[in-house]
C-alpha cells in the first residue's frame, strides 16, 4: 500500500537514498553521473543497488506530482503522448546522429540533413529538450546531453525507439477507442491495433503484408536482445542448461532469428538447437549467411498452433511468446505440443512475471512492467502474467504437465522461466 507522505518527508527519503547511491559509487570508483553533452557523462550504474535507485526515481516522481497538484499532474499525464511521439520522431529521423557528439548544428542544418521542416523540427526538438534529449545552446543550436548522445552511439537502441513509435504506439493510443468499442472481449482480433491499422488482421498478419514495419519490427527485436529493455543473456544464465544431458535437442518455438539459438549452441555444442518460426521468417533467416554458420542450430518452418513436428526433444522454449497471446491461445498452442512431448520432457516459457498484487509497490519498475502489459493488451488483447496465472494454463492444457517453478537471475528480477515437465 502506497504511504500517504509530505513533501518534507519525501525530500528527506530522497536525500537518503541520494547519499547511499553517491557512497556506492564513490566505493566502486563511479563518478556521479550527469546530463552533460557527452555519453561517458552518463556512466553504467548496472553495479549499483538497482532497488535503491529505482526507488529514488519513483520518489522523485512523487515529488513532483504534490508540487503539482492533482489537476495539472492529472492534465500533464493526459498529454504525456507527446513525450512518446517525439521522441519517435528524433528516432525515426535518426536526428542524433546527424548532431555531433562534439559541438552543434543548427536547426536549419538538421532540416536540410534530416529533410523535414524547420519550423517542425525545431518544434519537435525544443520539446524533446524538456525531457533531456538535446539542449539548444546557444539559441538555434542543437546541442547533444547524455541522453541523445547515448542514441547515436547505440543505433540498436533507436532501432528499439524506431519499432515502439512506427510499429507499437498506433495501437496504444487506440486502446481507449478499443475497450469502449468491445469493453467485455479477450479476442486478439478485437484488440486495439486492429482499429489502428483499420485492419481485421491479427498484428503478425498485417505486419506480414508490411514488409518496410517488418524489418522495422525485426530491426527493433533484435534492438531489444543486445541490450535494450531486457538483458541479452538472462535466458542462458537463469535456467540450468548444464542440467540437459549431452547431445539434448532444444526446439526454440518462434524462435525467430535465432539469436537465443545460437548463443545456446555456442556456449552448449553438444546440443541440437531447432528455432522454429513462420515460413516467411524461416525463409528471411536462411538467406543470411552469417545465420548459418553454427552446425548445431537448424532452422524449421512451423507454426506454433499445428501439432508439433519435433517429437521426443529435451526442451522445447518459448521466449516471448506467450504474453503475445490471449489466454484461450496459450492453453492452443500447449495443447500442440502434446502429442510429441516423451516422459521428462520439459517446457519452458521465458516470459516478464507479473508480482501478486499484494507484492507490487509503486515504483518506477512497476510502472515499466505495467506498461509492457497494456503493451500486449492493445496489440493482442493478451498479458503479462502472474505466476498463478501461468500454472493454470499448464494446468489447463493437461494434468500432465507437472509445474516445476520458476527461474530468475538478480540483475533481471522482472524476468523468468517458467518450467513444466511432461509426466505420463
Not at 553517491?22 to 553495479?47: A, Q, Y
Not at 525463409?283 to 532452422?299: E, L, P
Not at 505466476?387 to 523468468?416: N, W, Y
Request: net charge negative; glycine share 6%; proline share 5%.
Amino acid at each position: 500500500m502506497m504511504s500517504a507522505r509530505t513533501i518534507g518527508q519525501l525530500s528527506e527519503c530522497i536525500a537518503v537514498l541520494t547519499k547511499k547511491l553517491e557512497e556506492e559509487m564513490k566505493g566502486n570508483n563511479i563518478k556521479s553521473p550527469t546530463l552533460g553533452d557527452d555519453n561517458e557523462s552518463f556512466v553504467d550504474l548496472s553495479s549499483v543497488d538497482q532497488k535503491a535507485a529505482m526507488e529514488l526515481a519513483g520518489l522523485a516522481g512523487e515529488l513532483q506530482h504534490l508540487a503539482l497538484g492533482p489537476r495539472q499532474s492529472i492534465g500533464m499525464m493526459a498529454l504525456s503522448v507527446h513525450d512518446a511521439s517525439t521522441l519517435g520522431v528524433v528516432a525515426v529521423f535518426d536526428i542524433p546522429r546527424l548532431v555531433p557528439l562534439q559541438g552543434s548544428a543548427t536547426f536549419a542544418e538538421l532540416s536540410t540533413k534530416c529533410g523535414m521542416d524547420q519550423d517542425r523540427l525545431t518544434r519537435i526538438l525544443r520539446y524533446a529538450m524538456i525531457n533531456h534529449v538535446f539542449r539548444e545552446e546557444p539559441a538555434g543550436h542543437v546541442r547533444h546531453t547524455a541522453f541523445s548522445a547515448h542514441m547515436a552511439q547505440n543505433p540498436h537502441f533507436c532501432d528499439f525507439l524506431r519499432t515502439i513509435a512506427m510499429v507499437f504506439n498506433p495501437a496504444n493510443t487506440f486502446l481507449p477507442i478499443a475497450i469502449d468499442r468491445y469493453p467485455q472481449t479477450q479476442s486478439i482480433h478485437q484488440a486495439a491495433h486492429g482499429l489502428a491499422r483499420q485492419t481485421d488482421k491479427t498484428f503478425y498478419g498485417w505486419l506480414h503484408d508490411n514488409p518496410g514495419l517488418r524489418d522495422n519490427f525485426d530491426k527493433g527485436m533484435e534492438g531489444i536482445s543486445r541490450g535494450g529493455q531486457r538483458m541479452q543473456d538472462t535466458d542462458l544464465k537463469a535456467y540450468p542448461w548444464d542440467s540437459l544431458p549431452e547431445g539434448a535437442v532444444v526446439v526454440d518455438m518462434g524462435g525467430s532469428g535465432g539469436h537465443f539459438a545460437r548463443d545456446l549452441a555456442e556456449t552448449h555444442v553438444s546440443f541440437s538447437v531447432i528455432v522454429q518460426d513462420l515460413p516467411l521468417v524461416i525463409q528471411s533467416v536462411v538467406k543470411q549467411d552469417s545465420f548459418m554458420q553454427a552446425t548445431n542450430v537448424t532452422y524449421q518452418e512451423h507454426d506454433l498452433f499445428n501439432e508439433q513436428p519435433v517429437k521426443d526433444a529435451d526442451v522445447y522454449f518459448m521466449r516471448h511468446v506467450f504474453h503475445n497471446h490471449p489466454d484461450e491461445e496459450c492453453v492452443k498452442i500447449l495443447k500442440a505440443l502434446l502429442p510429441a512431448l516423451k516422459a521428462g520432457a520439459r517446457i519452458l516459457i521465458s516470459e516478464y512475471m507479473v508480482p501478486p498484487a499484494e507484492e507490487l509497490e509503486n515504483s518506477m519498475g512497476t510502472k515499466a512492467m505495467r506498461q509492457m502489459d497494456l503493451m500486449t493488451m492493445a496489440l493482442f488483447n493478451a498479458k503479462e502474467r502472474t505466476k498463478a496465472e501461468m500454472v493454470d494454463l499448464f494446468q489447463r492444457a493437461s494434468p500432465r504437465l507437472s509445474f516445476q517453478g520458476t527461474h530468475q537471475i538478480p540483475e533481471d528480477p522482472g524476468s523468468c522461466i517458467f518450467e513444466a515437465v511432461y509426466r505420463l
